[in-house]
């Protein structure tokens, strides 16, 4: 069985900045047909659940308060790559919008909600390491067929 990284929150466990998950049923429908790896970058990386929440901002990540948390980032993201190796996993679904985690899209640094083009330090890192990554809707849609 093909071995995928999700994150945590996806798959239901309370790991968000808010304290709360994001559970998405679609993901866990495919459940018999990947043996999904929980993953959190943002705990790996040293931050605690609930956490003030972060954004990406010129390239480094800002939480609401003004902190610049990048290297919790990038660590979070190193220590996810080291999963994939120790798993032998090529394939990642994480959480869409993120600092972390987005992919396509992510939130502008001013906590507006605005989201622009771009990725979060997660699936940056991930993607130039030859892993492939999708969001939950791109899995969902490319495998909707086995559910």
């Known amino acids: 069985m093909k071995r995928v990284l999700v ?13 709360l998950s994001k559970e998405n049923k679609e993901i866990l429908d495919l459940i018999n047909n990947f043996e ?16 003030v929440p972060s954004e990406t901002r010129d390239g480094k990540v800002f939480n ?5 948390v990048t290297e919790n980032y990038l660590r979070g993201a190193k220590e996810t790559l080291r999963l994939c190796k120790i798993y032998n996993c090529d394939t990642v679904v994480l959480k ?47 495998f909707k067929n086995i559910m």
């Open 7 to 19: 994150s945590a929150c996806l798959l239901g466990l309370k790991v968000r900045f808010d304290g």
């Open 36 to 51: 999904f790896i929980p993953v959190c970058p943002e705990i790996m990386g040293g931050l605690s659940t609930p956490r």
């Open 64 to 68: 609401k308060d003004g902190v610049d």
């Open 96 to 142: 869409s919008k993120s600092p972390s985690c987005g992919k396509g899209l992510v939130y502008d640094g001013t906590f507006s909600g605005n989201l622009v083009s771009g990725n979060g330090i997660t699936t940056d890192y991930l993607l130039k390491n030859g892993i492939k990554v999708y969001s939950e809707d791109e899995f969902i849609n490319k």
